[in-house]
Structure formats: C-alpha cells, structure tokens
C-alpha cells in the first residue's frame, strides 16, 4: 500500500471503528490512527482531544466515498421528518453542496433529498462544478502565518528548540483535500522562511549544546 491519506475524521472511538469495519469488508485496506497533533502553531484548536482518523490510499477515495454514500442513502428512510435539516431554507441546503467536506454523507445525502421533495431540480453536473470549486478553493495555502514566522526567528536564534519545531511545521506541514490529495499547508513564501528557521535554530541549538560540553 501507498501513502495513507485521511479519508474521515471522527471524535467518537466506536463510530471510527465502524467506519473502518465497513471499508475493511468492501475490500479496502484502511488504517485507523488515533491523531493527536504535537503542536499546533496556529492554535486553531486542533489539539482539543483526540480525533480518530480513517486513512486509506488515495487511489481508493472514490470507491470509498460511494460505500460511505452508499451506506448513507440507505439510513435515509429511518431519519424523521424533525432532523434539523428540516428546518433549513433553499438557500442554506444548497450552501451544503458548495461545502460538502464540512458536512457528513447523511447531511449531503438528506439535504439532496429534501430539496427534491421541495420540487427543486439538482443538476449533477452542477453538483460536481461544485466539489471541484471547492477543491480549487481548498488547496490555497493557509493564511501568512506573520506572528509565528517572527517568533520562529527570535526562538531560533535565541537556541530554543521551539524554533525548530515551528520552521519545521511550517515548511513540512500538509493538508489533506476530500479527494485524497495532500498539499502543502502554507505558502512558498512561509515555507521558505520556515526553512530558514529551522535550520538556524539547529544550527544555534548545535552550537550552544556543544559549547555546554566543552565548557560547561
């Protein structure tokens, strides 16, 4: 097996384990990774407990993505007429479509169904301009991270191990895309100082360390 890429992320240990029994039976070889990120230079907040990850080959994300569909439009008739979905508008269905990765299989799957019975038409090929706009959209790099390329100098150059460990995640750092494709989290520019960073600060670090033994 190739490279894993995280197809689904879950919060709950029993729903992940389930997800990957269902991939498992249908033929696909799937990793389960209990993912807890060492740091998180953004303090975005992706540290707060554990996520549960789904990984499998990228080449296997669209087969794997009709099985969790699949599986989905099959618990439609058990979902009652009182899930939030219900209430949404037109307008807030359809912005599911333009952000499907931020929604489950069930939601996608509902709020398609909802709108039919509301006698709206939903073009397939809209659908999938959609999902590759937003891919577009999602392999832009991050926002600059300013703050933490210039505390990443200051740390490096005062030998701190928290400067290498922040060039580090800038210039390595990946994303992965709902179609199983990995890019780089930050821009060139920040990636470019990220390196930087980290090799001054393992150069510092090396520096201090061995003056330390020889005259410490």
């Known amino acids: ?11 709950n240990l029993d729903e992940a384990q389930e997800c990957h029994k269902l991939l498992s039976e249908r033929g696909i070889e799937t990793r389960l990774a209990d993912n807890l990120p ?3 230079i953004t303090f975005s907040g992706n540290t707060v407990g ?12 669209a087969y794997a993505e009709s099985i969790l569909e699949e599986q989905e439009i099959q618990a439609l008739p058990l979902v009652e007429e ?27 799957a509902l709020a398609r169904e909802i709108l039919l019975k509301r006698g709206k038409e939903i073009d397939q090929g809209k659908l999938d301009l959609l999902k ?10 991050d926002p600059s991270q300013t703050y933490w390329i210039i505390f990443g100098y200051i740390s490096a150059a005062l030998g701190g191990l928290l ?10 750092s990946k994303k992965s895309l709902p179609n199983g494709e990995r890019v ?3 821009s060139d520019h920040d990636r470019k100082q990220g390196t930087n960073i980290f090799y ?17």
């Not at 400067?163 to 390595?172: D, H, N, Q």
């Open 184 to 186: 780089f989290s930050y």
């Open 38 to 40: 060492p740091v998180d």
């Open 200 to 216: 001054i600060g393992l150069f510092v670090f090396t520096i201090t360390f061995l003056i330390r033994i020889l005259w410490g």
């Open 50 to 61: 554990h996520q549960y990850e789904i990984q499998i080959d990228p080449v296997n994300f």
């Open 132 to 141: 590759q706009e937003r891919l577009i959209q999602l392999r832009k790099p």
């Open 1 to 11: 097996m190739g490279t894993y890429s995280v197809l689904k992320r879950f919060s």
């Open 163 to 172: 400067g290498i460990v922040i060039g580090y995640t800038l210039f390595s």
């Open 82 to 108: 009182d899930h939030y979905l219900y209430q949404f508008t037109d307008e807030e269905l359809l912005e599911i479509f333009q952000k499907p990765d931020e929604w489950s299989k069930l939601d996608y």
